[in-house]
Every structure is written in C-alpha cells, then in structure tokens.
C-alpha cells in the first residue's frame, strides 16, 4: 500500500513532537516494552483527506461523533522508541463516515489491516470530550512515570486524592503552578476496560493528569510535548516526596500559606478533589 497521504507541515509538526515524546519516555524507562499509547487528533489539520479504497476495519462501539475524524496512533504493540519511525510504528487513520471503522491512510507500515492501539476507543472518546469541552487539547499520551506509580501504591495516599496532591505540590512551586488542577485518582481497573477509560474522560474534565492506581499515568495537551509536561512535572513532587521519605524524613514541604500565596499570586483554580 503507497501513502494515501502527503502530510502537512501542521500534521508533521505534530507528530514529530510525538516521535521526541516517545524518546523522552524511553530514556526516563517509562515506556518499558511497548508501554503506553499516544494518539493526536489531526481532523483539523488534515481538513481534505483523500478518499482510500482499502477495507474498512471494523470496531464495535466507536462514538457516532467520531466519524470522518482523523487521528495519529501509535501502532498495537509498537514501542514507544520506535516512533522516530513513526510511519513505521504509528499510523493515521481515518473512521469513517458510519464509524464503523477505521481505514489506514498512512504509514502502519504501509499495512492496510495495521492496528492503532488497543486504547483506540478510549483514547477517541478522550478527544471527542475534549473538542465537546470546548478544550484545545488534542494529544492523549499514557505512560508509566515511576514514582507516580509508587505513591499509587502508597496505603493511605493512594487511596487520598488531597493527600496525594498536597505530597506532590509542597515539593516544589513549580508543581503547584505547572500542574494547577492536580492529579485525579483512578482506583485500579482492568487495562482497555470501559469502565477505566469511561473515569479517564471523568478525571480529565477536572484535572490536569489521571492517576491509574498502580499502573500509569494520562494527560491530555494542546500537543505530545504539553501532555508529556503534565506528566513530568507531577512526577517530579512524587519523586522528591520519595526521596525524603527514602532519606529517612517526612519533608516540611511548602506551608498551607506558601501553597495559598502561589494560588493567589498565579490565579491558580483551588484544590477540589
Ligand atoms: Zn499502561
């Protein structure tokens, strides 16, 4: 199968900060294996799409709202590395008109029966939340950031949405300025189930990243590089939460004052979890 498709400049941006997000979480071994998924949604920046000829792949239960949409995935079983190839491990799809299914416009390998993640389906449903949103986000990305996962696992801050926050955000200003509305915990559910990616969607109306309990993180971004940040900069309290902990010392962290003047002074929303 030849390229359907001559991509834009706008769609080759796009996925090249894909293919550096990709390399961002190999190199932080969040993406062991073929862990994690990215989709972007480029229905607006591939406004004509070429009309294929190749067999509509079939998948149950796609959103109605989804059809003729356009999305860049990263390919089932495909590893996050990989995608500086992303032609090679992602493709572009388009649903068509009945959202049926899918066909395979360009790169997955030049494969006209190529599968998209197996999070397809969630992540359509996260992007077509965020356009009825009115939101300009339009990159999922999903990975595994260590130290968010080991406070998932934590007895009592795993189960404690304000407490996990407050551990994340008193590590460091930029935390509480650069992930404003927080992480939203997920209580562990089955990977692919719909009951997960149906609180996914709920957790992201409200917050800036998903925590899955003990499995991986969500976020959501204008771009692969704004959701990777989400994600990164949580990470970062969580980590240096650890660290003190690690060292032997429960740390001071920022006071509830110091919290509340980088809410008043950076117009941050209030913590509601
Ligand atoms: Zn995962």
Known sequence: M?????????ALDAIAKATEVGQFLWQREWAERNGGNLS??????????????ATVQ????????????CYFMKGSGERMRDLVRPDQAGCIIRIDDQAQGY???????????????SELLSHIKLLLDARQRGSSDRCVVHTHPHELIM?????????????????CW????????????????VPY?????????????TALQTADVAMWEKHGAVAMGTDALAAFDLIDVANKGARLYLGCLASGFEPDGLSDAQLLDLQTA?????ASF
């Open 2 to 10: 030849t390229p359907l498709l001559t991509l834009n400049d706008a």
């Open 40 to 53: 972007i949604d480029l229905t607006d920046v591939l406004p004509s799409l070429p009309t294929s000829t």
């Open 58 to 69: 079939r998948v149950a239960k796609l959103p109605l709202a989804a059809a003729g949409h």
């Open 103 to 117: 066909q395979v416009l360009w790169g997955g390998r030049g494969r006209e029966d190529y599968k998209p993640t």
């Open 151 to 167: 406070l998932s696992h934590h007895p009592l801050l795993g189960k404690d949405a304000t407490a996990f926050n407050l551990a």
């Open 170 to 185: 008193k590590m460091l200003p930029e935390v509480r300025a650069f992930v404003p509305r927080g992480v939203r915990l």
């Open 189 to 201: 559910l089955r990977s692919g189930s719909v009951a997960l990616s149906d609180a996914t969607v």
């Open 266 to 270: 950076f117009s941050l929303p209030s």
